[in-house]
């Protein structure tokens, strides 16, 4: 990913694209940039929710003995997977869910050979078993759109995906002028459709496939 731009510059694009460069008293620089924020936090839920890796992020944290929760990155927005490493062998750890808590809770400890898993849980990642010792897990996740306040704020638009934000943000301006906003709109809809066009499959290598993955255990072991 490295087709970068600016504040500044997608700014400067919305202005010329809604003839508003001289009308900086009725549409001030910090109304343009709300309307670049939210046109760019758009594009960006699409990327995500594409089931791409576009955007995606690690944290590491370690554990620690009798503690389940740990908080998450500061830029958290969704998690994507779950993984640590045990005496050299990585485990992708399941996702938990709320009905569930109670089985796990009666394992002994995260041991190879036993299910371990997490969960999203407020601001918080929760483990089940509790670890019972020190591990290192790394958490895979999606951070939250990046909000640009200053003019050189750089976002990365991948391969042109910039010309969504441009219109669409200058569609919200001719709108608020009450002009005639449809070619924006038209022209924010062909590139949201290039967007689904492009990122349906990011390889060029192979399709996407299906995975199956079968769990160790199909109910969580019990102590002894």
Same mark, same amino acid.
């Given at each position: 990913?490295?087709?970068?731009?600016?504040?500044?510059?997608?700014?400067?694009?919305?202005?010329?694209?809604?003839?508003?460069?001289?009308?900086?008293?009725?549409?001030?620089?910090?109304?343009?940039?709300?309307?670049?924020?939210?046109?760019?936090?758009?594009?960006?839920n699409?990327?995500?929710?594409?089931?791409?890796?576009?955007?995606?992020?690690?944290?590491?944290?370690?554990?620690?003995?009798?503690?389940?929760?740990?908080?998450?990155?500061s830029?958290?927005?969704?998690?994507?997977?779950?993984?640590?490493?045990?005496?050299?062998?990585?485990?992708?750890?399941?996702?938990?869910?709320?009905?569930?808590?109670?089985?796990?809770?009666?394992?002994?400890?995260?041991?190879?050979?036993?299910?371990? %898993?997490? #969960?999203?849980?407020? @601001?918080? &990642?929760?483990? /089940?078993?509790?670890?019972?010792?020190?591990?290192?897990? +790394?958490? =895979?996740y999606?951070?939250?759109?990046?909000?640009?306040?200053?003019?050189?704020?750089?976002?990365?638009?991948?391969?042109?995906?910039?010309?969504?934000?441009?219109?669409?943000?200058?569609?919200?301006?001719?709108?608020?002028?009450?002009?005639?906003?449809?070619?924006?709109?038209?022209?924010?809809?062909r %590139?949201? #459709?290039?967007?689904n @066009?492009? &990122?349906?499959? /990011?390889?060029?290598?192979?399709?996407?496939?299906?995975? +199956?993955? =079968?769990?160790?255990?199909?109910?969580?072991?019990?102590?002894?």
């Open positions: 990913m490295s087709r970068t731009v600016t504040l500044s510059s997608l700014e400067t694009q919305v202005r010329q694209r809604s003839d508003t460069e001289s009308l900086t008293a009725r549409f001030p620089q910090s109304e343009v940039w709300e309307y670049i924020n939210q046109s760019w936090a758009e594009l960006y699409k990327l995500v929710q594409s089931g791409q890796e576009f955007y995606l992020s690690s944290y590491s944290f370690t554990t620690s003995n009798g503690v389940s929760d740990y908080a998450l990155p830029d958290f927005y969704l998690d994507k997977g779950c993984d640590t490493t045990i005496s050299g062998q990585l485990y992708v750890l399941d996702r938990w869910q709320w009905e569930e808590r109670e089985q796990y809770d009666q394992l002994i400890t995260w041991m190879p050979g036993l299910p371990f %898993a997490y #969960a999203i849980m407020g @601001s918080n &990642v929760s483990l /089940r078993p509790v670890p019972g010792g020190v591990y290192t897990v +790394r958490l =895979w999606y951070p939250a759109p990046q909000r640009m306040v200053l003019g050189t704020d750089v976002i990365d638009c991948l391969a042109g995906f910039e010309e969504y934000i441009v219109a669409s943000a200058a569609a919200k301006i001719l709108a608020k002028d009450d002009r005639d906003a449809s070619e924006q709109k038209e022209q924010a809809a %590139a949201m #459709a290039l967007v @066009s492009m &990122v349906a499959n /990011r390889s060029r290598s192979t399709n996407n496939k299906v995975i +199956r993955r =079968w769990k160790r255990h199909r109910y969580p072991l019990r102590a002894a």
